[in-house]
T-cell receptor, first 115, second 115 residues
């Protein structure tokens, strides 16, 4: 399957611990996005990359959050010193440079529960 | 600043009937794209349909059509001949095409199709 894959699918952690999520985009897609979605809400933009460059980062993203895409392929999202408010679904999506619609292709998400 | 508004938290429709899900948007960019996504209970976001701001005709994809009224800044999704499998959350999204590649999403509408 060549869709967007995310790992782990579920993560339960204790407050104060660090967690890292990985996203493998569709191979020919050069843009990669991270979104956060809480229950009953729409996806909230966190950051995006074009190749290895992080081009935009939400002001909502505190300094406890960091994302990388070192070789322009997979990406990681790390949350340090997790808080209960970080509990959410973290969605990764990718998009090719330009095509008919430029729609995002989403992975199945990584659900984080902070106890 | 770009903004998406979905004012219907929940909608019901009888199987085989048509339903319209509302979406209004705000942007100062004359060039933008509008998207609709479906999110079933399994969680994965599925792209449905796209409308470009300069497209002369309303977009259609199978049973989905987009009622695009540019002057009113609305981009309503019409689902014809509803099926039980259409029960899901539906999100309207927008990307300004000048500069940023950030997509923003509305809060969604939960659609329930009744047998």
């Amino acid at each position: 399957d060549t869709g967007v894959s995310q790992d782990p699918r579920h993560k339960i952690t204790k407050r104060g611990q660090n967690v890292t999520f990985r996203c493998d985009p569709i191979s020919e897609h050069n843009r990669l996005y991270w979104y956060r979605q809480t229950l009953g809400q729409g996806p909230e933009f966190l950051t995006y990359f074009q190749n290895e460059a992080q081009l935009e980062k939400s002001r909502l993203l505190s300094d406890r959050f960091s994302a990388e895409r070192p070789k322009g392929s997979f990406s990681t999202l790390e949350i340090q010193r997790t808080e209960q408010g970080d509990s959410a679904m973290y969605l990764c999506a990718s998009s090719p440079s330009e095509r008919r619609a430029g729609e995002l292709f989403f992975g199945e998400g990584s659900r984080l529960t902070v106890l | 600043a770009q903004k998406i508004t979905q004012t219907q938290p929940g909608m019901f429709v009888q199987e085989k009937e048509a339903v319209t899900l509302d979406c209004t948007y705000d942007t100062s960019d004359p060039s933008y794209g509008l998207f609709w996504y479906k999110q079933p209970s399994s969680g994965e976001m599925i792209f449905l349909i796209y409308q470009g701001s300069y497209d002369q005709q309303n977009a259609t994809e199978g049973r989905y059509s987009l009622n695009f009224q540019k002057a009113r800044k609305s981009a309503n999704l019409v689902i014809s001949a509803s099926q039980l499998g259409d029960s899901a959350m539906y999100f309207c999204a927008m990307r300004e095409l000048s500069g940023t590649y950030k997509y923003i999403f509305g809060t969604g509408t939960r659609l329930k199709v009744l047998a």
